[in-house]
């Protein structure tokens, strides 16, 4: 701190015979403090004002002394310290001198110790309550620290107290809420280790409850680089929901003056729009574990939204089984679960739940729809999705909705697929079962648990099934068909479904005497697919066979997960030119990105000390490596929409480019752990060229 030369000093001691001074005072004086303030804002007047307006100022500071409970020794303290400031900026030359240091820099204000508390005080009334609150609790630590009992001690502790409820209000009124919250929490433990004020203390603890919603709000809606703020946001919010009883608010004592219901609702639909969707599942689910049936609600949405945006239809799954367990009498659920099964391409029963629907504004609008039930269904379900599913979250874009990409995604279809492979099997297995021997009185029935395993369970078969014993044992191609037609156990269902201007497969499956199911790709297997039965012995329905057969389909869903997860190496020559156009950058960037991409994926990536600098192959590496102990891989979509050059130099360039990312967290099932979206991330690039090459040497991002 920059102080005023000694010489005004001088001459205003020998006029005040006191020590209140701008720079270093003398040894002999005791050790002095140091103040950030000047002595127009100690007075708390204008620097223009005249000395007649400067003496009225202080008659009426001097009348109005803090009445919060200090000693008198500091309340003469303050009036001692008014008076010299007064007397110094009263006398024309003095004030004359100080003027000319402060427009030369000086700042700030130096007193005997022996005046402190005083001058924490006028500090505090100057409205600079946190320097106050912060220089109170140094004074209050040792070596500094007053004797205990003394009027100091409380007086310091008072003004601790004081400046430190102001401090966080003023913090909140620059809604600096975190920074807001510190200082509370700051001030609590003070007087907690001092063990005196319990009102002022209950104060603290009050001011800092009510401040929680905007703390959260505060860490959730910062830059995205600030990763450490938004997780302790996400953590502030779920104790927050927990202690108040969940989004329904069951145990609202426990956070009283916190939020009514109605505030708490509107707080929390302004605070998802910061929270990814795999955030929101979690804690979601987390809250519905502790009892919460909105959160139950909330979190299938947030299943079909990750789902659907993801192209992952093993969410939507998972949702369905969700919304099935929940119990809202209020909610009619059907329509709901009807888009569900539209989207893993169950027609038939996406078509029984919207019918069975007791919403009869529904039921009217699909009678007044003009066109078939399917196409008023694919509506309904386009118009949810936009308008209740994907809106909320920070990485999914609400406005786009297009069923037809989503059936003509190849991860969709091959999960519809195999759904059909085990419904297929599990009918034929049942099949095989109602025409066993009558000794043996009961067949499986194939159900799926909430955990996606297909389990069995026992039901009786009717008796009067015309098929006896003695024709399993003559079973053969030729009786194949008369078999199939007297049992009435042979399913074909080949549904064409119309979407917009195009069709598309939902379902086509055979179901084979015999525990035989094949999933038909294509209309023109299923000839195929006959004639293979041919190959069949006459002990086809032994178990062996069927365990044969189904390991073929399990070996052969493993080639088609083993040839996705092949290695890919990029390569990159060099980039060696003296002035590369902005392609060549850009084309550099691309590579930086697909060898970190493939790298994190679990692949190599020879060219990539071509790319970038040592630290930056290092900095990948060492994330793999922290993957790979863990078990788990990163996939990273990020493309490049805008590329600008900001500076030039013979062997520095920064680049600014604007990218489309995407990425997920897989562990070692190829399950997804976490996912982020985000459709603009600015990024700063520097490159610098050593060795004759360019190379990436940093990036940063955000704006």
């Not at 192209?311 to 099935?324: G, I, S, V």
């Not at 059907?334 to 027609?347: E, H, K, S």
């Not at 699909?366 to 949810?384: M, V």
Request: charge should be negative; include cysteine.
């Amino acid at each position: 701190m920059s102080v005023v030369p000694c010489r005004t000093v001088r001459a205003w001691e020998t006029k005040c015979a006191e020590s209140l001074s701008l720079s270093r005072v003398r040894a002999n004086r005791g050790k002095a403090v140091e103040l950030p303030i000047d002595h127009f804002r100690l007075l708390g007047v204008n620097p223009s004002v005249d000395s007649e307006v400067v003496l009225r100022n202080l008659q009426v500071r001097l009348d109005r002394s803090p009445d919060q409970g200090f000693t008198h020794e500091a309340i003469d303290q303050r009036s001692q310290l008014l008076r010299l400031t007064a007397d110094l900026l009263s006398d024309s030359s003095l004030r004359q001198e100080y003027e000319e240091a402060l427009l030369g820099g000086a700042e700030g204000l130096e007193i005997s110790s022996s005046r402190e508390v005083g001058g924490l005080i006028l500090l505090w009334e100057a409205d600079s309550s946190l320097e106050a609150f912060q220089l109170s609790c140094k004074a209050l630590q040792p070596p500094q620290a007053p004797a205990l009992g003394s009027g100091r001690e409380a007086d310091l502790t008072l003004l601790a107290a004081l400046s430190c409820i102001s401090a966080a209000r003023q913090e909140q009124e620059d809604r600096h809420y975190e920074s807001a919250a510190i200082v509370l929490q700051q001030g609590i433990q003070l007087l907690q280790r001092m063990g005196k004020l319990p009102d002022q203390r209950d104060q603290l603890e009050a001011e800092l409850q009510a401040l929680l919603p905007f703390r959260i709000l505060d860490l959730l809606s910062r830059e995205l680089g600030d990763q450490s703020s938004h997780q302790e946001g996400v953590q502030l919010l779920n104790n927050f929901v927990n202690k108040r009883g969940g989004l329904e608010g069951r145990t609202p004592e426990k956070v009283k003056n916190l939020l009514g219901q109605d505030e708490f609702e509107r707080f929390f639909q302004q605070i998802r729009q910061f929270l990814t969707v795999q955030e929101q599942i979690d804690l979601f689910l987390g809250w519905r574990a502790a009892g919460s049936i909105d959160a139950g609600f909330l979190g299938a949405l947030a299943l079909v939204a990750a789902g659907y945006s993801r192209r992952k239809p093993d969410r939507l799954q998972d949702a369905r089984r969700l919304l099935e367990k929940i119990n809202l009498p209020e909610l009619d659920l059907l329509p709901l679960l009807g888009c569900i099964d539209l989207l893993l391409a169950d027609v038939d029963l996406a078509q029984e739940r919207f019918l069975k629907s007791s919403d009869s504004e529904l039921k009217i609008w699909l009678e007044k729809f003009p066109g078939d039930n399917l196409g008023a269904i694919c509506e309904y379900c386009r118009d949810w999705l936009r308008k209740d599913v994907l809106p909320g979250y920070r990485d999914v874009d609400a406005q786009v909705v297009d069923l037809e990409a989503w059936f003509a995604d190849r991860d969709v279809q091959t999960y519809i697929e195999r759904l059909d492979r085990k419904l297929a099997r599990s009918q034929a297995f049942s099949f095989f079962n109602s025409i066993a021997p009558k000794d043996d009185i009961t067949s499986n029935r194939v159900e799926e648990t909430e955990g996606g395993v297909i389990q069995s369970s026992s039901c009786e078969v009717d008796e009067s099934n015309e098929l006896q014993p003695e024709n399993i044992a003559t079973f053969s191609p030729k009786n194949l068909g008369s078999i199939l037609a007297s049992a009435n156990h042979l399913t074909i269902h080949l549904t064409k479904t119309f979407l917009g201007k195009s069709y598309f497969k939902v379902l086509a499956s055979l179901v084979v005497f015999g525990g035989i199911a094949v999933s038909a790709k294509y209309l023109n297997l299923f000839n195929a697919n006959l004639r293979s039965l041919g190959n069949i012995p006459q002990n086809a329905l032994n178990n062996d066979t069927q365990t044969s057969l189904d390991k073929n389909l399990i070996e052969e869903d493993s080639e088609e997960d083993a040839g996705a997860s092949l290695e890919i190496g990029i390569k990159f020559d060099p980039l060696t030119v003296d002035d590369p156009t902005e392609s060549q950058l850009r084309a550099l960037l691309e590579a930086w990105l697909a060898s970190k991409s493939v790298v994190l994926a679990g692949g190599n990536s020879d060219s990539l000390p071509n790319i970038a600098r040592p630290n930056l192959v290092k900095r990948v590496e060492e994330e793999r490596a922290k993957d790979s102990l863990a078990k788990e891989t990163q996939t990273i979509d990020a493309t490049i929409n805008t590329l600008r050059i900001i500076s030039r130099k013979t062997r520095r360039i920064e680049l600014k480019a604007q990218l489309v990312y995407r990425d997920q967290r897989l562990n070692s099932l190829g399950q997804t752990i976490s996912e982020t979206y985000i459709p603009k991330l600015f990024v700063t690039y520097i490159l610098g060229r050593d060795k004759q090459k360019w190379r990436l040497h940093e990036y940063i991002s955000g704006n």
